[in-house]
């Protein structure tokens, strides 16, 4: 198949990038808080954070958990935290202390959480107030030893501090209270922590970064192991795609994905902390007048986001009626974009939709289409720098230009290997370095790639993936349920939703006694949005329910 993929790179692209360039997250993180000092480096609420203060506010908290809570390196913390300034202090703070970091979704329930928090052994994490009922009654069956507890106005001053978070309080009244004994105030650990001495840790870019959780290519929950390398080779990787079109220090982003979701990490996160950008920070996402108001606030120069928010917020007259003369760069990745959405925003911003692919397993990016297009493509794009890509077909041979296989990537940003999964680890990663992606992709002679299919069964749900087997697995616990099978339904405004077949065992089984038991036990877009009550599943000669079939019928 050879690289025909260079013949279209633009011509200030290179082949390679050096993924050694630093030697960790926390040189690179100095680096970009010593060059950027003076620039705005976070936006919250109605305060800007500089990257001065915010280098700061890292080493305190790097100190306490160092001096106070006596983490050693290797250590596991978790962060349960949406999109508010304490993310990027305690994610930074925790490298500089030589931990490896476990994102953990907000809006887990405690079934979840008690998984996650088991099976990655982390025994500190860092959560917002709002979801510590959900960790209280998780910790007894976890192996937590320290919880720090932050609030959104945490990060402000003694008098507004105490406003915003009554505020905060008050307006979340969906937030249940909780009582977890012997916590750590974020706020105070900022404060002690600037006392106290921080010993270096040498930190390699061998050492892992971060454990970061996926159903993978298997559909089992397990977590990738990424290490400050190929974290570091990925940020390398975007800033020789799209650095060229930025100004260093000069650029402000929308953080509207959540930056526990890898996507939002590696590009919103770490990739603008290294180029000095201004990054608006957008804990709920869900409230769009709130979005429009803040990118009326800033005139944001990058938006990263996902079909089906472009799509909502094209359809809002007040969106449509904002300046976008600043606006250079919008990427969509996390679920496939929609032409007609990706014509409509380039009709209300002047701004073409770039379009790119990539996996958890990737760090994650691993193609994408070039910033010299003229119009959206629908198409994965080129793969980027230093990385390879081949498409094999069952028997793992290579298959010609123009026809469909699946997906195999090598390069620097590919996993380690699932975190204490020899046997997972094998079905996806070669001896020769090639990750099998379980994508099924075709490549056109300019060396385009185009999505044919997804990993087999996974449901994008608004760009989150779900695992049929976690659902049905669920679901198949309640008393009144014979057997279920799960698969994804299309939806105007999420791109697919959940759909359960069931086989009931008592009559009396309703929707509503589904919905309610699944309600308890996963999180809110897990839940089926429709439920088909059948007398049999489609099976195989082998007694394989065939998911495929099902989907005939949605």
């Known amino acids: 198949m050879g690289k025909k993929w260079f013949n279209s790179y633009p011509k200030d692209i290179p082949y390679e990038i050096n993924p050694d360039k630093y030697s960790s997250l926390v040189e690179m993180f ?22 001065s203060e915010l280098s700061v506010c890292v080493r305190a908290f790097a100190a306490y958990l160092q001096s106070k809570l006596e983490l050693k390196k290797g250590d596991r913390i978790a962060l349960m935290l949406p999109n508010v300034m304490q993310y990027h202090i305690a994610f930074f703070g925790a490298l500089q202390a030589g931990l490896v970091i476990v994102n953990i979704n907000p809006l887990y329930t405690v079934r979840e959480l008690i998984i996650q928090l088991n099976d990655s052994q982390a025994e500190s ?61 974020f706020y105070r650990a900022l404060s002690i922590g600037k006392k106290c001495t921080l010993i270096p840790v040498p930190v390699k870019n061998s050492d892992i970064a971060l454990l970061q959780y996926t159903g993978g ?12 390398r190929n974290l570091l080779a990925n940020i390398e990787q975007c800033n020789a795609w799209i650095g060229t079109a930025l100004i260093p220090g000069y650029e402000t982003s929308i953080t509207v994905l959540p930056l526990y979701h890898i996507f939002s990490l590696t590009v919103c996160c770490l990739f603008f902390t290294n180029f000095g950008a201004l990054q608006v920070l957008v804990s709920n996402p869900r409230d769009l007048p709130q979005l429009i108001k803040k990118i009326t606030e800033h005139p944001i120069s990058i938006f990263i986001g996902l079909a089906t928010l472009f799509n909502s917020l094209v359809n809002i007259y007040e969106f449509c009626c904002l300046d976008f003369s600043k606006l250079k760069i ?39 289409s070039p910033l010299t297009q003229q119009k959206f493509l629908n198409s994965l794009g080129l793969p980027l720098p230093s990385t390879e890509i081949s498409i094999r077909d069952k028997e793992g041979g290579e298959v010609a230009i123009g026809e469909d296989g699946e997906l195999w990537v090598r390069g620097p940003q590919v996993m380690q290997g699932y975190w204490q999964r020899p046997d997972e680890t094998e079905k996806v990663l070669t001896q020769d370095g090639w990750l099998k ?7 056109d002679e300019r060396g385009y790639l185009y999505l044919i299919d997804r990993k087999k069964d996974i449901i994008v749900v608004a760009g989150y993936n779900v695992y049929p087997n976690e659902v049905e697995c669920v679901i198949a616990g309640h008393p009144m349920v014979f057997e279920v099978a799960v698969v994804g339904d299309a939806s105007k405004h999420a791109g697919e939703v959940v759909k359960a077949f069931i086989v009931k ?10 919905i309610a038991y699944c309600r308890d036990r996963l999180t809110s877009y897990k839940i089926p949005k429709r439920i088909e009550f059948v007398a049999v599943l489609p099976k195989s000669s082998v007694g394989k329910v065939l998911r495929r079939a099902l989907k005939e019928f949605t």
Not at 129 to 136: D, K, M, N, P, R
Not at 344 to 360: A, C, D, M, P, Q
Not at 505 to 514: A, G, R
């Open 437 to 443: 992606t379980g994508d099924i992709v075709v490549m």
């Open 330 to 368: 919008t990427v969509a990745g996390g679920m496939a974009m929609n032409a007609a959405v990706a014509e409509k925003w380039h009709r209300v911003t002047g701004n073409i939709v770039f379009e790119g692919y990539g996996l958890t397993e990737a760090s994650p990016v691993v193609s994408m």
């Open 125 to 185: 994490i860092v959560v917002l107030t709002s979801f510590a009922s959900v960790l209280q009654h998780a910790l007894p069956e976890t192996h937590i030893k320290n919880v720090i507890v932050t609030e959104v106005g945490d990060l402000y001053g003694f008098f507004k501090r105490q406003i915003i978070n009554f505020i905060s309080r008050r307006n979340v009244k969906k937030s249940p209270p909780w009582d977890i004994p012997n916590t750590h105030n």
């Open 30 to 51: 100095a680096a970009s808080c010593s060059k950027f000092s003076d620039r705005p480096a976070l936006s919250s609420f109605d305060r800007i954070m500089t990257y």
């Open 505 to 514: 065992k008592d009559e009396s089984l309703t929707k509503e006694k589904i």
């Open 217 to 228: 290519t298997t559909g089992v929950s397990k977590a990738a192991i990424l290490t400050h």
